[in-house]
């Protein structure tokens, strides 16, 4: 037999190069499941498309265009006090005249549409660029925005509401799809320029010139139809009577109409330039009757806050809204009865602005205010606008030198003049070159005296220690220069607020809303609220608002405690006594600021209880002339120190607010101590002065009582039940003063002797930090204060 014999068993049949592994997918399997998903996909899509279409259909049937003159209407909006039952006033009521087409200028025409909708004589109604951008920028999480045509906006003003949403805006397509087919572009522009919102109250072409301008809308020139026409992308923002800022805006946003014109051909691109390098003369809007007292002043701040949650001028001026505020009738009472009470009588709220506000603790109502003239006289709000603090700033520092590890028994240098190396000082009050209070004083007493060359020296001597008093002035309630909303306040920004050499004296400029917040900060035990005045908005259309508070720790209870008990002491003896007339525990801090001209431009008291913080601030002019004298040498306000007429304004103030209010206690002192180094207390040579056996507060206007034996310099450290530290070179304190036993004389180092002088220009040199790390701190800045 001849080939190979077969194994026993079944024959095995040979696989085939092509064929596939077992368990493998058979050949082909990918293609087919692409193709199925393909095929289904274009199915499903083919499906949505048609259930696109055919809902489109039956919304297009179903939704019918009603009658303009029956449907378009506003509503009233309402602010209320506290609780939502007494009205305090009511925005604008529809101020609005029809007009036919043929009186309205054609430059009215013209220039909505190059402003608006430059498509407008050619598109549909609805622009799908316009949608699909403001979709895009929606999903992406940025401001919700519109991308509506002129017949959109028309379809919007006329039968939808104000609220932002996908269903609206599809509802507002098919209507303009609708009033597209039914109506001429002629008679839809019409009816646009007889119920756009242009601002200031005013609905239409007609309203809006006599707003305005003071006359007809036939009458209105290029230039005014331009300004017109421009406003309406935002009343607000583009309304010159609201700010430098907001005349700007105007500004770009008008040449932007009359270059579009130009490019359009409506007008020549030689007229457009010519007209668009300044703005025609605007009046100042007018003011109603009906807001007469602090009345305006609530709806103006009210306003400003409904705008920054985002709601639009038309929805507060005819919107139907009830606005709950936070204020009370009590505390609006007490602020305006309490100013009147102790501001001088002979002289006029036009040239004296007395300025106050109240803030609860814990929660950030603001409960009232007084703006400082009667809004119909003056639209300006110093509540809001404030003036440099002065002293009043003290308090931020020394939370910022406890939170670095410094303790209240810790010595700074009291003495003045305080010299820096290039020569420049800054004073203490007093005559001359200012009062001594001794080489080394701890933060309790340079507190209630208000001793300014003991917080330089706290300040020069924390590593960075300007920019920490500045985070930490935030932290508790003091806006940055530039808003932040982690840092919010009412306004949102504060003036001159940078970590420079004399920030920790003063010059800033704050509002007394916002100052009075801080400080309820240090009353609320180290956690901020945020102040606000809208409690609750409700509206017709369901868009409603809560404020939600959520206070945050600022600082620790401890500290809060013991800055808190050195502003007790201020109150018990030192420049705020007179806030002892209170009856009730209190703690606060006077505040005085000077110009580079060494006169007084502002003076302060800030204080509270465990239930309120109040403070008062006085200003003249535009918060830079001097309040102490007037140009002829004469004197303005007779007394000028934030210890004299502040301070017993606030005590009226407060007065009014607490009666009937149970008597609450602080929490006692904790002595934080981190075992940080006294202040540096180093100094250049000074000329030679006799210390004062007793120093005395910040002068008043009748005699001060003398300080009582434990708040003098050369007092023994108050006994307490912890041991006293022994005095040593770290520079430790008793509880009120520091140790007076002489240290080994070092061996002077040679340094410029400066020519001593006792010129107001003298004692505004500029400041340089000691420490070269930090002296990009250290900046010329012509101020000093008390």
């Not at 601002?199 to 809308?217: M, N, S």
């Not at 001028?313 to 005819?318: A, N, T, V």
């Not at 190396?421 to 933060?443: C, F, M, Q, T």
Request: proline share 9%; glycine share 10%.
């Amino acid at each position: 037999m001849s080939g190979k014999r077969r194994a026993e068993g079944p024959a095995v049949k040979k696989r085939s190069k092509d064929a596939a592994a077992p368990g493998a997918p058979k050949p082909g399997g990918w293609r087919r499941r692409v193709r199925f998903v393909v095929k289904w996909g274009l199915i499903a899509t083919l499906a949505g498309f048609l259930t696109l279409v055919i809902g489109f259909y039956v919304a297009y049937r179903s939704i019918d265009i009603p009658d303009p003159n029956k449907e378009f209407q506003t509503q009233t909006s309402f602010v209320y006090y506290a609780g939502g039952t007494s009205e305090i006033g009511r925005f604008a009521e529809q101020n609005r005249v029809s007009i036919p087409f043929s009186k309205m200028p054609q430059t009215v025409k013209d220039a909505v549409v190059a402003a608006e909708n430059q498509t407008f004589y050619t598109d549909s109604g609805v622009d799908p660029k316009g949608i699909l951008r403001a979709a895009l920028n929606n999903a992406q999480g940025d401001a919700v925005q519109g991308g509506s045509t002129i017949t959109q906006q028309y379809v919007k003003i006329l039968y939808l509401n104000q609220q932002r949403s996908y269903t609206r805006k599809l509802r507002e397509a098919i209507l303009a799809l609708k009033l597209q087919r039914q109506q001429s572009k002629q008679q839809i522009l019409e009816g646009y320029l007889n119920t756009i919102y242009f601002g200031r109250g005013a609905y239409g072409i007609e309203a809006a010139a006599q707003t305005w301008f003071r006359k007809d809308a036939g009458d209105l020139s290029l230039a005014e139809s331009a300004v017109l026409a421009s406003v309406i992308n935002n009343p607000t923002q583009f309304d010159p009577a609201n700010g430098s800022a907001n005349r700007k805006a105007l500004l770009g946003r008008y040449q932007y109409v009359l270059d579009s014109m130009g490019r359009l051909g409506m007008i020549s691109p030689s007229t457009a330039a010519r007209t668009g390098k300044r703005l025609p003369e605007i009046p100042k809007p007018r003011v109603r009757n009906s807001q007469g007292g602090q009345k305006g002043h609530v709806l103006a701040l009210v306003r400003s806050e409904l705008q920054r949650l985002g709601y639009t001028d038309s929805q507060i001026d005819g919107g139907g809204l009830r606005v709950t505020t936070t204020l009370t009738k009590s505390g609006m009472r007490a602020a305006e009865q309490g100013i009147k009470q102790e501001r001088p009588s002979d002289l006029s709220d036009k040239d004296l602005h007395v300025a106050a506000a109240t803030v609860e603790p814990g929660t950030g109502d603001l409960k009232g205010f007084y703006a400082g003239q009667d809004y119909l006289k003056s639209q300006i709000n110093w509540a809001l606008r404030g003036a440099s603090v002065g002293s009043t700033f003290k308090p931020f520092a020394l939370a910022a030198a406890l939170k670095d590890g410094f303790s209240l028994r810790d010595g700074f240098d009291g003495n003045s003049p305080y010299y820096f190396p290039d020569g420049s000082r800054v004073v203490n009050e007093g005559p001359g070159l200012g009062n001594d209070y001794g080489a080394k004083i701890n933060a309790i007493y340079a507190m209630q005296q208000s001793v300014n060359t003991a917080f330089i020296d706290m300040t020069v001597s924390m590593s960075n220690g300007p920019a920490k008093i500045v985070q930490m002035a935030e932290r508790m309630g003091v806006p940055p220069s530039k808003a932040d909303n982690d840092y919010p306040g009412l306004p949102n920004t504060s003036g001159d607020l940078a970590p420079q050499s004399r920030v920790t004296l003063g010059t800033a400029r704050v509002s007394p809303i916002n100052m009075a917040n801080a400080f309820a900060t240090i009353a609320n035990g180290g956690e901020r609220a945020q102040v606000h005045v809208i409690d609750k908005v409700t509206s017709p259309d369901g868009d409603d608002y809560t404020f939600k508070a959520e206070p945050q720790r600022a600082i620790s209870a401890d500290i809060a405690a013991d800055v808190s008990y050195t502003l007790q002491q201020t109150v018990k003896g030192g420049t705020g006594r007179q806030a002892q007339a209170l009856g009730r525990p209190a703690a606060g801090k006077t505040g005085t600021a000077t110009n580079d001209d060494g006169n007084v431009i502002s003076s302060w008291f800030v204080g509270y209880t465990p239930q309120l913080a109040t403070a008062v601030m006085y200003a003249r002019g535009d918060g830079y002339d001097p309040i102490d004298f007037n140009k002829d040498g004469t004197k303005f306000l007779p007394s000028y120190f934030g210890a004299d007429f502040p301070t017993r304004t606030w005590r009226a103030i407060m007065g009014i607010d607490l009666e009937g209010q149970p008597v609450e206690q602080f929490p006692q002192p904790a002595y934080v101590d981190g075992n940080r180094p006294g202040g540096s207390a180093t100094t250049g040579p000074r000329p030679s002065q006799p210390q004062p056996s007793q120093p005395s507060a910040t002068p008043t206007p009748t005699p001060s009582p003398t300080p009582s034996p434990s708040v003098r310099p050369s007092a023994k450290p108050t006994p307490k039940p912890t041991p006293t530290p022994k005095p040593s070179p770290t520079g430790q304190c008793g509880l009120l003063t520091c140790p007076t036993t002489p240290s080994p004389t070092p061996t002077p180092t040679p340094t410029p002797t400066p020519t001593p002088t006792a010129s107001p220009a003298a004692r505004t040199v500029a400041m340089r930090e000691v420490n070269p790390a930090t002296a990009a701190y250290w900046s010329v800045e012509p101020w000093w204060w008390i």
